[in-house]
């Protein structure tokens, strides 16, 4: 079975390096003239498939802004996932799971195992209750070719709290996740399956990112305020393996699928700029 790094790999190379997320929160469904509910949550979902499903290499749906709407939110979920797999994106569901035991085994099943109806090609994760509390979901992933997404360096200014907090051995808790994440990684070609989340809104973090293998995605471009010139600064070295994500400043352009498709190439022309290999 093809590893969720190489499907990856592949994707960016043919379409670009580029994320889309779907977030589909009051103001958002206001600015496109749709209703607060489900019809409008359906709308507007089916309108990013319909622009982007074919363009963009991968899209990112925020589960909250379904779940909000109970059953019948998750339902939409469901379809938009299989809309957009089929269209032939890659899908990585923004859940930020993490749990132990049973319980994280159940959230592994009901994302990463392809029985289940919201299943998609990766899923983000919360390692705050040990990177090795995730493992359900890495061997899930592994099995059937999927991949996780861990946090490590978020652009929230709470997080860093947590994050960059120093343990015994000298290194911060960020710099434990990065490293757990690389051993996942390693001897993985062309790409590892198990990637890290990294705001780019971050700046100079002083970790090293150099010995990861895996994706990079990269969150806070356009209206959460980083510019695809900040990847440069946040990644340096590691630049090849950043996948950047925008959400906001691609969807302010609907509902007008043109303009979304227009916003998404104007996107991934920065991306392309600032991820370039310069001597």
Request: charged share 20%; proline share 9%; aromatic share 8%.
């Given at each position: 079975m093809e590893s969720f790094g190489?499907?990856?790999?592949r994707a960016v190379a043919e379409r670009g390096p580029l994320c889309v997320g779907?977030?589909?929160h009051p103001g958002l469904l206001a600015r496109w003239g749709l209703a607060d509910d489900v019809e409008g949550l359906d709308r507007f979902s089916r309108t990013v498939v319909e622009a982007l499903g074919e363009q963009v290499a991968v899209v990112?749906?925020?589960?909250?802004?379904?779940?909000?709407?109970g059953s019948r939110g998750i339902g939409v979920l469901e379809s938009t996932i299989r809309q957009l797999r089929n269209a032939g994106a890659l899908v990585v569901l923004d859940a930020k799971r993490g749990d132990i035991g049973s319980t994280v085994s159940a959230y592994a099943s009901a994302y990463l195992d392809p029985s289940s109806p919201l299943y998609a090609d990766a899923v983000t994760a919360s390692p705050y209750l040990?990177?090795?509390?995730?493992?359900?979901?890495?061997?899930?992933a592994a099995?059937?070719?999927?991949?996780v997404f861990v946090l490590a360096l978020t652009s929230n200014p709470e997080g860093a709290a947590v994050q960059r907090a120093v343990g015994a051995d000298g290194r911060t808790v960020a710099q434990t996740v990065i490293d757990e994440i690389s051993q996942l990684n390693r001897g993985a070609e062309p790409l590892g399956s198990f990637g890290l989340v990294v705001g780019a809104t971050v700046g100079?973090?002083?970790?090293?990112?150099?010995?990861?293998?895996?994706?990079?995605?990269a969150p806070g471009l356009g209206a959460q305020g980083a510019t695809a010139a900040d990847l440069r600064t946040v990644f340096g070295s590691s630049l090849p393996s950043v996948l950047p994500s925008y959400s906001r400043e691609v969807l302010h352009a609907g509902p007008d699928p043109a303009a979304l498709r227009a916003a998404a190439e104007r996107a991934l022309a920065d991306c392309r700029a600032a991820l370039a290999v310069r001597d």
């Open positions: 190489a499907r990856l790999h779907i977030d589909p990112k749906p925020q589960s909250a802004f379904f779940e909000r709407f040990g990177v090795g509390s995730l493992a359900p979901m890495f061997e899930l099995a059937h070719g999927g991949g100079e973090t002083g970790h090293d990112l150099s010995e990861v293998n895996g994706p990079l995605l």
